[in-house]
């Protein structure tokens, strides 16, 4: 047990122990993906008990990706300022916080962002609900809106980023033969 509260190195990145919080879902931002307060403070009270590193919540790179209301967004400069204020405060209470990009392909929520969600197939009974199969171009763009997601999260101060690849998200489809027909 005494490993766990020993300081640690991950690939240049000092923790001052080995409790790492996993992304979850906070259900904490604005309904555009803008930190708040509540989620500062979840943040700092994380911080201040002991979390060496903390892996934010699953954070949209693109306005389709949206799984869920009420979640991170990092697809826009405009979010930065709130996403700084986060992770300054994670700073100032002695933790390391990294940031989850995630896109959730066909599972993102239609409702709001009012398109057919992306998928990398599409056939019979994958949904209830039509969804739009990924282009090549769309690919393209989604390497960009990955590339600049990754870039907001330095530019906010995050210690590092962690790429959300699972659950049947969006880059988990790729990787899997029942979603990936290709």
């Not at 990955?146 to 690849?165: E, L, M, N, P, S």
Request: without cysteine; charged residues 15%.
């Amino acid at each position: 047990m005494s490993k766990l509260f020993e300081a640690s190195l991950i690939n240049g990145l000092n923790l001052k122990n080995r409790f790492i919080r996993s992304a979850t879902w906070e259900g904490m931002a604005t309904v555009d993906g803008a930190v708040t307060p509540k989620l500062v403070q979840t943040m700092i009270d994380l911080a201040r008990g002991g979390v060496g590193l903390i892996i934010s919540g699953h954070s949209y790179i693109s306005p389709a990706g949206q799984g869920s209301p009420w979640q991170l967004g990092i697809y826009k400069d405009e979010l930065i300022p709130g996403l700084k204020g986060l992770t300054g405060a994670v700073h100032e209470n002695g933790g390391k916080i990294l940031m989850q990009l995630a896109h959730a392909g066909n599972f993102a929520a239609e409702d709001l962002i009012k398109q057919p969600p992306l998928v990398v197939s599409n056939f019979a009974g994958l949904a209830e609900t039509r969804r739009q199969e990924i282009t090549k171009s769309t690919i393209a763009e989604l390497i960009s809106a990955y590339t600049d997601a990754a870039a907001r999260a330095k530019t906010a101060g995050f210690d590092g980023i962690q790429i959300h690849a699972a659950h049947g998200y969006l880059l988990s489809q790729f990787l899997s033969p029942a979603f990936n027909k290709r």
